[in-house]
C-alpha cells in the first residue's frame, strides 16, 4: 500500500498560508483607503480653528469617510470592502483598548468620590432615560436609543463606537448616534462657559459640572480652557473618571441584553452574555498605565497610534454610512439627543449640586 508524500501531507498546511496570504492582500485597499482619511482628518483635527472648537480627528474622520463614501466609495467598494469592515471591527477594538492609556486609577482620586458619584450618577440616569424616552415616547428602535445614549452618557462618538459591538447596531444606527453627539456636544463648547457665568460658579466645580455632563473629551478641553486652567485640568480628571466607567458599562450592558433576548436571541429564552474583552483590555491598559512603567514618549506613541485607530474606524464606519439610510431615521434621534442634552444641563446642574452638598462640598 502506497503512503502519502511528505509534499501531500504539507498540501493543507500552505493551502491555508496562501488563504491567510490572500486574506491579508484583501484588506489593504481599503486599509489605505480608510488609513489616508484618517490622516487627512488628524492633519485637520490640528488646525487651530478646529482644535478651539472641540472638534476632533475622530468627528473630522466620519465627516470625511460620509463624504468619501456618498460620492466615489461605490467604485472601489468591492475591493476595498473587507478592508474597510476590518477598520471598523478589529481596528476599533484595539483602538478602545489603547485609549486606557490616556487615564490612570490615580485619576480618581484627583475628583474624590463626590466626582465619582457624580459622574456614576448622570451615566445611569442618562442612558436610563435615552431608553425610555426613546422607545416608549419618541418610538425609536431599542439600538438607536442605546447608542445614542451611550454616546450622551459616557464619552462620546468613543463610548457609540465601543457600544455598537454589543448592541450589535447597523452603520446608519451608529452614525445617527454620533451626529447627535457632534450637534449638541459643540453647542455645550459656547453654551457652559455661558453658564459658569451666569451662575457665577467656582472653577472647581465648574470643571467637574463640564467633565460629568459634556459628550466628548475635546469638547470638555475646549470647554474648560474658556473658563481657566483650573476649570479645564478639573473637567479633564472628571472626565476621565467618566471615560474609566466604559468598561463596566458594556459589561452590565451585555449582561442586560441578554437577559432580555434582544438581538439573535430573541424568541429563543436567554441568551449568552457577550463580554467585550477589548474592555477589559481598555480596563488592564489603564491599569499598566497607573503603575507609570513605561516612559512618557512611549505613551505619547501609543496615544498616537490609538488616535489612528480610532481614526481608521470611524472612517471606515463613515464610508458605510448611507445619507439616504441617516435621512430614513427622521428627526426622532435628534429629538432624543436635544431631551438627553437638556438633561445633562439641568439635570447634570441638580446632581452636581445635590451631591457636592452631600459630601460638604457644597457649590
Not at 138 to 164: F, H, N, P, Q, Y
Not at 167 to 181: D, L, S
Amino acid at each position: 500500500m502506497s503512503t502519502p508524500s511528505n509534499s501531500t501531507r504539507l498540501d493543507p498546511l500552505a493551502a491555508r498560508h496562501d488563504a491567510g496570504w490572500l486574506h491579508l492582500r484583501g484588506l489593504v485597499p481599503g486599509l489605505v483607503l480608510t488609513g489616508a482619511i484618517a490622516f487627512a482628518a488628524i492633519r485637520l483635527g490640528q488646525a487651530a480653528w478646529f482644535e478651539s472648537h472641540g472638534i476632533s480627528a475622530l468627528t473630522l474622520a466620519i465627516v470625511l469617510g460620509m463624504l468619501v463614501g456618498n460620492t466615489v466609495y461605490g467604485r472601489v467598494g468591492t475591493s476595498a470592502g473587507a478592508g474597510v469592515a476590518f477598520s471598523k471591527a478589529s481596528l476599533l477594538r484595539l483602538g478602545i483598548i489603547l485609549y486606557g492609556f490616556r487615564l490612570t486609577f490615580q485619576d480618581i482620586g484627583n475628583v474624590g468620590w463626590a466626582g465619582v458619584a457624580i459622574d456614576a450618577a448622570v451615566l445611569c440616569s442618562t442612558f436610563a432615560l435615552a431608553c425610555f424616552v426613546g422607545t416608549r415616547v419618541l418610538g425609536l428602535d431599542r439600538k438607536t436609543a442605546m447608542l445614542i445614549g451611550a454616546g450622551s452618557s459616557i464619552c462620546g462618538a468613543a463610548a457609540v463606537m465601543a457600544a455598537e459591538p454589543v448592541v450589535r447596531g447597523r452603520a446608519e444606527q451608529v452614525t445617527v448616534a454620533v451626529a447627535t453627539v457632534v450637534v449638541f456636544g459643540t453647542v455645550s463648547i459656547f453654551l457652559y462657559p455661558a453658564l459658569h457665568h451666569w451662575l457665577s460658579m467656582s472653577d472647581l466645580h465648574y470643571g467637574l459640572f463640564a467633565g460629568s455632563t459634556i459628550h466628548e473629551v475635546a469638547q470638555v478641553v475646549a470647554a474648560g480652557r474658556a473658563v481657566s486652567e483650573q476649570a479645564a485640568d478639573t473637567a479633564v480628571i472628571a472626565k476621565m473618571v467618566r471615560v474609566m466607567m466604559l468598561a463596566p458599562f458594556l459589561i452590565l450592558l451585555s449582561a442586560c441584553l441578554s437577559r432580555s433576548s434582544i438581538g439573535e436571541h430573541a424568541g429563543r429564552g436567554p441568551g449568552r452574555i457577550v463580554v467585550p474583552w477589548f474592555a477589559l483590555g481598555f480596563v488592564a491598559i489603564a491599569g499598566l498605565n497607573s503603575l507609570a512603567l513605561l516612559p512618557q514618549a512611549a505613551v505619547h506613541e501609543m496615544l498616537d497610534l490609538d488616535t489612528a485607530l480610532l481614526a481608521m474606524a470611524m472612517a471606515g464606519l463613515g464610508l458605510t454610512a448611507h445619507v439616504s439610510a441617516i435621512r430614513k431615521a427622521g428627526t426622532r434621534p435628534l429629538a432624543l439627543a436635544a431631551v438627553l442634552f437638556a438633561w445633562l444641563v439641568g439635570g447634570g446642574l441638580a446632581i452636581n449640586a445635590g451631591i457636592t452638598v452631600l459630601f460638604g462640598q457644597g457649590l
